[in-house]
C-alpha cells in the first residue's frame, strides 16, 4: 500500500501542494501534520508508523517534510527498513529500495542539514548586528515601568491583593509577578 506523508509548519500554511503530489502518485491514505518539524509531537506522523505493514510504501513530497535534522530522518528511515517498509521522496527522487537511493538520501540529508544550519547562523549573526545597534527583539512589555511603580504602590496597601492589581492593568497574575521582580 502506498502511504503519504505531509507536514506544514503552521496552521496557516496548506499542505495542498502536498497532498496533490503524493496522490498524483497513488497513496491510498495521506497522514497529515500541522507542526513545526523541530516538534517531536508529531501525531500523524506516530498513527502513521503504527500501522504499516511490510511492503507498504511511504511517500514524501520532500524530505524536510518527514524530518527536520539528518539523525531523525536517519532514525526514521531504520524504522521504517527495520519494518520492512519502503520509502520514497518525489522531489529528491530517492527510493531506498536501491543502493543508490539509500546513497542519495544520506547525501542529500545531509546537504539539507547543512543548509538548515547556515540559515540558523546568519539569522543569529543577524539578530546580534540587531543588537548592536541598540534594537531589541521580542514582544513589547505588557506593563510600563510607571505601571510597575504603581503596581508596586498599590500592593503597600494590605487591603489590595495581587489579582486586583492585576485585574486593574489589564494582566494576569503571573504577568504581574514577573514585571515585579
Not at 495542498?16 to 503530489?21: E, I, R, S
Not at 519494518?83 to 543508490?100: M, P
Not at 492593568?169 to 509577578?177: A, E, I
Amino acid at each position: 500500500m502506498k502511504i503519504g506523508y505531509a507536514r506544514v509548519s503552521t496552521v496557516d500554511q496548506k499542505e495542498l501542494a502536498q497532498t496533490d503530489a503524493l496522490s498524483s502518485v497513488g497513496c491510498e491514505r495521506i497522514y497529515i501534520d500541522r507542526v513545526s518539524g523541530k516538534s517531536r509531537e508529531r501525531p500523524e506522523l506516530t498513527k502513521m508508523l503504527e500501522v504499516l505493514r511490510q511492503d507498504d510504501i511511504v511517500i514524501v513530497q520532500r524530505l524536510d517534510r518527514l524530518g527536520r535534522s539528518l539523525k531523525d530522518l536517519i532514525s526514521l528511515l531504520e524504522q521504517l527498513k527495520d519494518q520492512g517498509v519502503k520509502f520514497v521522496s518525489l522531489v529528491e527522487n530517492i527510493d531506498t529500495t536501491t543502493a543508490v537511493g539509500e546513497l542519495a538520501f544520506h547525501i542529500i540529508g545531509a546537504i539539507a542539514q547543512f543548509e538548515r544550519r547556515l540559515i540558523s547562523e546568519r539569522t543569529k549573526s543577524g539578530l546580534a548586528a540587531a543588537r548592536a545597534r541598540g534594537r531589541k527583539g521580542g514582544r513589547k512589555p505588557k506593563m510600563t515601568p510607571s505601571d510597575i511603580r504603581k503596581a508596586k504602590a498599590m500592593l503597600l496597601d494590605l487591603n489590595i491583593t495581587k489579582a486586583e492589581v492585576a485585574k486593574h492593568f489589564g494582566v494576569s497574575r503571573p504577568t504581574l509577578n514577573k514585571a515585579l521582580f
